[in-house]
């Protein structure tokens, strides 16, 4: 049975008037800021606030699509799959790999407050390839290489404040089913994965005062990392390592200065513990 | 605390899928709701309510339905249930405001067409918002309403006739009653 022609279409029996009326409200969209209010509601609730994940943005998706990182596959169930084809999961997952995605398990500090605004702006630099840093993601030529990081004692400089990049939204190219496979079937980017792996543990010999350890650790973890990744946690570390190490006035300025470039991060109630008067 | 069922979900992996489908779609899911009813002040809590149960129920999407169409399913469920809740509270409302626009003569196209809406009941409401102003086909909003297309394509033409008269008295500056 056909349908009927739609009242925006010419000859469809609507007048210029009814047509005008539904086209106005066509491509209406939330009130700015409503998405990311729901966003930090939602997150709380269905306990994401302990993997602590931000929205990406579309450039970010796009520009990593690019990049064509392999993926962990979200699950073998039939059902994650289709969905994963839907909604182009090679961008997706290489979102989550390299445009900063914060991973803090199992700490309610990191839980982001209720009406904050959890999503941020993230920058797509591709992370260095390193050679213990596991199976090499896919080369992009479109990607300038970064230098490698310096092999010397790291001066636990403060991370630069990065500037929030808005653009406007674009459309995602749709996955090819050759795409959509080497993301499933992929792995997700061993860089960042070690990376978190590097920090988990950072913090765990901080809490049990094994600070010479935690401190060789983080100077892994600084070698390993690109700038952005994971870069907020990587100094919050510092920042308690310092501390606890009885450099109380360099953590305490270090602190301040992380508050001020990362106001709504989820690390701020710790780092705010460090600030001495 | 979320239950396991829930927590045992949450990998990094998929909590970023579900971002960029919160990203992604969190506009058709505000405006849908809007668009079938509910109030303003109720659409950041029926946002939320959508995508708890997007969560929850994402691995119960049949694998050939289209996003859009099951999003839109589950925003007519949480509109409908909030519309009730909200029945003796607005139901005067929704017929005052409609009055103040009247009596304004209105030029807003969108406070029109949201005008008009609520003087549909419900079912044609959804209906008309779907193959209207989603683009959704008869077949698609016959799925999401569990009703054959001719039933459809009847409660449609419904919705056009009360459309076309609320927006003709609208125009012509007369009072609104409900007439639901």
Same mark, same amino acid.
């Given at each position: 049975? @056909?349908d009927?022609k739609r009242?925006?279409?010419t000859?469809?029996?609507a007048?210029?008037w009814e047509k005008?009326?539904?086209?106005?409200?066509l491509?209406?969209?939330?009130p700015s800021?409503?998405?990311?209010v729901v966003?930090?509601?939602?997150a709380?609730?269905?306990?994401?606030?302990?993997?602590?994940?931000?929205? !990406?943005?579309?450039q970010?998706?796009?520009?990593v699509a690019?990049?064509g990182v392999?993926?962990?596959?979200?699950t073998?169930a039939?059902?994650w799959?289709a969905?994963a084809?839907?909604v182009?999961?090679g961008?997706?997952?290489?979102?989550?790999?390299?445009?900063?995605?914060q991973?803090?398990k199992?700490?309610d500090?990191h839980a982001?407050?209720?009406?904050?605004?959890v999503?941020?702006?993230?920058?797509t630099e591709?992370?260095?390839?390193?050679?213990?840093?596991?199976p090499?993601?896919r080369?992009?030529p479109s990607?300038?290489?970064?230098?490698a990081?310096?092999?010397?004692?790291?001066?636990f400089?403060?991370?630069?404040?990065?500037p929030p990049? =808005?653009?406007?939204?674009?459309t995602?190219?749709?996955p090819?089913?050759?795409s959509?496979?080497? !993301?499933?079937?992929g792995? $997700?980017?061993?860089?960042?994965?070690?990376?978190?792996?590097?920090l988990?543990l950072?913090?765990?010999q901080?809490? @049990?005062?094994?600070?010479?350890?935690?401190e060789?650790?983080?100077?892994?973890?600084h070698?390993?990392?690109s700038?952005?990744?994971?870069?907020?946690?990587?100094?919050?570390?510092?920042?308690?390592?310092?501390?606890?190490?009885?450099?109380?006035?360099?953590?305490?300025?270090?602190?301040?200065a992380?508050l001020?470039?990362?106001?709504e991060?989820?690390?701020a109630a710790?780092?705010?513990?460090?600030?001495?008067? | 605390?979320?239950?396991?069922?829930v $927590?045992?979900?949450?990998?990094?992996?998929?909590?970023a899928a579900y971002?960029?489908?919160?990203?992604?779609?969190f506009?058709?899911?505000?405006?849908?709701?809007?668009?079938?009813?509910?109030?303003?002040?109720?659409?950041a809590d029926a946002a939320?309510?959508?995508?708890v149960?997007?969560?929850?129920?994402l691995?119960?999407?049949?694998?050939?339905? =289209?996003?859009?169409?099951?999003?839109?399913?589950?925003?007519?469920?949480?509109?409908s249930?909030?519309?009730r809740r909200?029945h003796?509270?607005y139901e005067v409302?929704?017929?005052?405001?409609?009055?103040?626009?009247?009596s304004?003569?209105?030029d807003? $196209?969108?406070?029109?067409?949201?005008?008009?809406?609520? @003087? $549909?009941p419900?079912?044609?409401?959804a209906?008309?918002?779907?193959?209207?102003?989603?683009?959704?086909?008869?077949?698609?909003?016959?799925e999401?309403?569990g009703?054959?297309?001719?039933?459809?394509?009847?409660?449609?033409?419904?919705?056009?006739?009360?459309?076309?008269?609320?927006v003709?008295?609208?125009?012509a500056?007369?009072?609104?009653?409900?007439d639901e």
């Open positions: 049975m @056909n009927p009242w925006s279409e000859n469809s029996g007048d210029s005008q009326i539904l086209r106005s409200e491509d209406s969209r939330a800021g409503a998405s990311a966003w930090g509601k939602l709380a609730e269905l306990g994401l606030a302990g993997a602590l994940v931000t929205l !990406a943005t579309p970010a998706s796009a520009s690019k990049a392999a993926a962990q596959s979200l073998t039939p059902t799959i969905f084809k839907g182009c999961v961008i997706l997952l290489s979102t989550a790999a390299w445009s900063g995605l991973l803090a199992g700490s500090e982001p407050k209720g009406d904050a605004p999503f941020a702006q993230m920058r591709p992370v260095p390839s390193h050679p213990s840093a596991g090499p993601s080369p992009d990607l300038a290489p970064k230098a990081p310096s092999l010397a004692r790291p001066t400089a403060p991370s630069v404040p990065v990049q =808005k653009a406007p939204g674009t995602l190219p749709a090819t089913s050759a959509f496979e080497a !993301a499933v079937e792995g $997700m980017n061993s860089a960042l994965a070690e990376q978190a792996r590097l988990r950072a913090r765990a901080l809490r @049990n005062g094994e600070l010479a350890s935690a060789t650790t983080l100077r892994e973890a070698l390993r990392s700038a952005s990744m994971l870069s907020q946690e990587r100094e919050a570390l510092d920042i308690e390592l310092l501390f606890r190490q009885g450099d109380h006035a360099p953590a305490s300025r270090r602190a301040q992380f001020a470039a990362h106001p991060s989820p690390h710790r780092v705010r513990s460090f600030v001495t008067p | 605390m979320p239950p396991s069922s $927590m045992k979900l949450v990998t990094p992996e998929q909590a971002a960029t489908l919160y990203r992604e779609h506009d058709f899911v505000w405006r849908s709701l809007r668009r079938l009813g509910v109030q303003e002040r109720e659409l939320q309510e959508v995508f149960v997007v969560f929850r129920r691995s119960e999407m049949r694998p050939d339905s =289209k996003l859009t169409t099951w999003l839109y399913a589950i925003c007519l469920r949480v509109a249930d909030a519309r909200a003796h509270r409302f929704e017929h005052a405001e409609s009055r103040r626009e009247d304004a003569a209105v807003d $196209m969108r406070e029109l067409l949201l005008s008009a809406l609520s @003087n $549909m419900l079912e044609q409401r209906v008309f918002v779907a193959f209207e102003l989603e683009g959704m086909s008869g077949e698609e909003i016959a999401v309403v009703v054959g297309v001719p039933t459809v394509h009847s409660r449609l033409r419904l919705a056009r006739e009360r459309f076309r008269a609320s003709a008295r609208q125009r500056g007369r009072a609104s009653p409900g």
